[in-house]
């Protein structure tokens, strides 16, 4: 099958912005405009095919309906793996944990845990993140802290700059901090717990829910060292034309960060479908004798069927895969 554009959902969280909009060409008339979509088969925000024979048909239909061109490696799962998205943080968000599987499954209807990686596109000057405890505290401690409001004064602040790279565990305390705009590649799941909200008010003039008791339950404790992430593997490179440098390497996916400068080439292996992320410049991706344009924030879906598809023009991109 071909590969196709998608057209993502959107997410007007109260911390979101307009950057979206304003550079990455999302279309919506939501405000603020906090998270979009791009490769989605969750029940709260799928994507939709947006080109070719299937377009309008939601990605979570296409999932269910065509297993067998999503790869190998997606042979006997129940359902899609992988939740891509863009994040524009204008305002901190709120304090939070995911589950892991294990807990989820258990507690959580059957569903994902969640864990997820970040790739920094830009932020402002100062710009800082949350991310794990800097010294052992006891769950008594955690659990006075997170009723008093004190739970920011043990974490670790990160400074971060554009192109960072930060692999969140479940069960990792975190927060992306205010002025940052993020890719993030994570696990098919919207489980999140919040556990310190900054005293906002939601739209309903009420303060955002918390869910400390879940928190208190799969936080870890052990103090984390934040730092980003090495290289996960050997750059690839031809000069003049690209370069390919591997972001992630874990169990539950596979991420690169590909820049071209005319012309790169990348081997579909059947193993696993390929998204494609734009989130610099502009090209086109060809294969046969067939193509698709690409611009910031766009998003393609390569079947594992294609063989190879080759990306044309100057451009940074995100290839994920299983």
């Excluded at 489980?191 to 879940?214: A, C, I, M």
Aim: aromatic content about 10%; some cysteine.
């Amino acid at each position: 099958m071909k590969p196709f554009l998608l057209a993502p959902s959107y997410q007007d969280y109260l911390w979101g912005g307009e950057r979206l909009k304003q550079e990455y060409h999302k279309q919506t008339d939501l405000y603020p405009l906090a998270e979009s979509w791009e490769l989605s088969a969750h029940p709260d925000g799928p994507s939709v095919i947006a080109s070719g024979e299937l377009s309008g048909m939601p990605f979570s239909q296409f999932a269910a309906e065509y297993p067998q061109l999503l790869g190998h490696a997606y042979a006997g799962k129940q359902e899609f793996p992988l939740l891509i998205k863009l994040i524009d943080a204008e305002k901190v968000l709120s304090i939070q944990v995911h589950p892991d599987d294990d807990y989820a499954r258990e507690f959580e209807n059957g569903q994902q845990g969640k864990e997820e990686m970040w790739y920094l596109l830009d932020c402002k000057e100062g710009a800082s993140l949350y991310f794990g405890f800097r010294e052992q505290i006891s769950r008594e401690e955690f659990g006075r802290r997170l009723s008093d409001g004190t739970i920011t004064e043990v974490l670790n602040r990160v400074p971060v700059k554009k192109g960072d790279v930060f692999f969140i565990e479940a069960g990792i305390i975190h927060a992306i901090g205010e002025g940052i705009v993020v890719a993030e590649i994570q696990q098919n799941s919207n489980l999140t717990y919040r556990v310190h909200d900054f005293n906002r008010l939601g739209p309903d003039g009420k303060p955002r829910s918390l869910q400390l008791d879940k928190a208190l339950a799969v936080t870890s404790l052990v103090p984390s060292k934040p730092q980003q992430q090495a290289a996960a593997g050997p750059v690839r490179e031809q000069p003049g034309q690209f370069r390919v440098k591997p972001l992630v390497r874990c169990r539950r996916f596979s991420v690169d960060l590909v820049q071209v400068e005319a012309a790169y080439t990348h081997p579909v292996d059947p193993a696993s479908f390929v998204s494609i992320l734009c989130v610099e410049g502009a090209g086109t991706l060809r294969w046969k004798e067939e193509s698709l344009s690409m611009q910031k924030g766009d998003s393609i879906f390569v079947p594992s069927d294609c063989e190879q598809v080759s990306l044309m023009g100057t451009g940074e991109y995100l290839f994920t895969y299983l």
